[in-house]
């Protein structure tokens, strides 16, 4: 899977949220708008549980993963954690660069480069199989948002937050 949210405190998606809490703007490499594939831990969880009960799922590969723009993912956080924050859009090539000292100069980087390259590298992903054999089904655009604040344990998502045209292709 790409982007694995869910609840509990290691992982990419607890630190992008924290770095949303605590910076003073969003800082977003490139433009913003590759896709980034995200998929529900339960879901995960659940589809795992499913391939160790049955045989025929070995030596398939099974994607799971709901397609999203980064700009666009990051915009559903902001939402969800109720921040107005400014968006600070970094060259690629100067992300680089801060990545390197950060690996360099500090014992936890907020950044590296090897997560900046997983980032704007080229993904194929396919759910079809995943739909097929699995009865995968992923979720819409607000069940994604309810899910992160769920996992967020936020009680209630603000009902302006959700914005189902906001999907990408």
């Known amino acids: 899977p790409g982007l694995v949210y869910g609840s509990g405190t290691r992982g990419l998606f607890p630190q992008m949220v924290k770095t949303l809490r605590d910076s003073p703007f969003v800082p ?5 708008d590759y896709p980034i594939h995200i998929v529900y831990l339960d879901d995960l969880a659940a589809v795992i549980a499913r391939c160790l009960e049955d045989p025929s799922t070995i030596s398939k590969k099974y994607d799971l993963a709901e397609k999203m723009g980064f700009e666009e993912f990051l915009d559903l956080l902001l939402d969800v954690l109720n921040l107005k924050k400014r968006k600070l859009h970094f060259p690629v090539n100067v992300a680089y660069i801060l990545a390197s000292l950060g690996e ?24 079809g199989l995943s739909i097929k054999e699995l009865d995968y089904s992923p ?13 967020l344990n936020l009680s209630q998502v603000p009902s302006d937050t959700f914005h189902a045209d906001r999907r990408m292709p």
């Open 28 to 32: 977003i490499v490139g433009k913003g």
């Open 104 to 127: 360099k100069c500090l014992r936890k980087p907020p950044f590296r480069k090897d997560q900046i390259r997983n980032l704007l590298g080229e993904k194929h992903v396919d759910i």
């Open 139 to 151: 979720g819409s655009f607000a069940d994604i948002e309810m899910r992160v604040a769920s996992c």
